[in-house]
């Protein structure tokens, strides 16, 4: 599954041989209450060449969810409750504290299993964050049904932190391609290099924070 992010220099995300990590979801709670998660399908992320404008590619291996896993989601729904997903917040290691995601089960089912995971990375390939979103709402649930097999349509996409705005302005440390000054203090581009001064502030205006009303 590909799927476009920003387009920006960034740092590798990702091994040189990708990173697998499986997809978990919590269907039970346990007797003590807290939610039992096993897996549901795994993810390949793979770095993807600048030049595509893409930030990775991800192939998903669907599964099927039938018998007694299929009876809980069907419980989920009737009763209202989430359904929920997680992915750990480091790819290369499983056990790192994990990043948990959740729509409701009964909105789920009413979108036919189709679903959106964007998981957003920051800039040291870190999992910051989930989306997850489904097309329909938890109002239109009323008379939906799980089937005896449950069979996800999943889409995946990736996002990463792009460029920040560049300063502008006198004095700007950074300047945009083409905006700086050439030979003689004239403007790359052409232009007569002059910049217009800002009109003199009023007196309240520059001893505004001295003034006690």
């Known amino acids: 599954v590909l799927h476009q992010g920003p387009s920006a220099v960034r740092p590798s995300l990702f091994p040189d041989d990708g990173a697998a990590v499986y997809l978990e979801h919590a ?20 770095e993807a060449s600048y030049s595509t404008g893409l930030v990775a590619t991800v192939q998903v291996a669907h ?9 809980a989601l069907r419980e989920l729904a009737a ?14 290691d499983p056990a790192s504290p994990a990043v948990v995601a ?12 189709a679903e959106e995971i964007t998981v957003h990375f920051d800039t040291v390939g870190q999992v910051v964050s989930l989306s997850y979103a489904v097309p329909a709402a ?22 990463a932190p792009g460029d920040g705005p560049f ?28 910049e217009k001064e800002a009109p003199p502030k009023s007196f309240f205006m520059r001893y505004w924070h001295y003034i006690v009303p």
């Open 167 to 194: 300063p502008q302005g006198k004095g700007a440390p950074f300047a945009r391609a083409g905006k700086g000054k050439g030979a003689g203090g004239a403007e790359a581009g052409g232009g007569e290099g002059d």
């Open 79 to 92: 009763q209202g409750n989430a359904y929920s997903i997680r992915l750990p917040s480091s790819l290369r």
């Open 27 to 46: 269907l039970r709670d346990g007797p003590d209450g807290s939610r039992v998660w096993s897996r549901r399908a795994s993810l390949q992320f793979r």
């Open 102 to 113: 959740s729509v409701p089960a009964c909105a789920l089912a009413r979108s036919a299993f």
């Open 138 to 159: 938890a109002a239109d649930c009323d008379g939906t049904e799980v089937p005896a097999t449950v069979g996800f349509k999943t889409a995946v996409a990736v996002r």
């Open 63 to 71: 599964t099927s969810l039938t018998g007694a896993d299929a009876q």
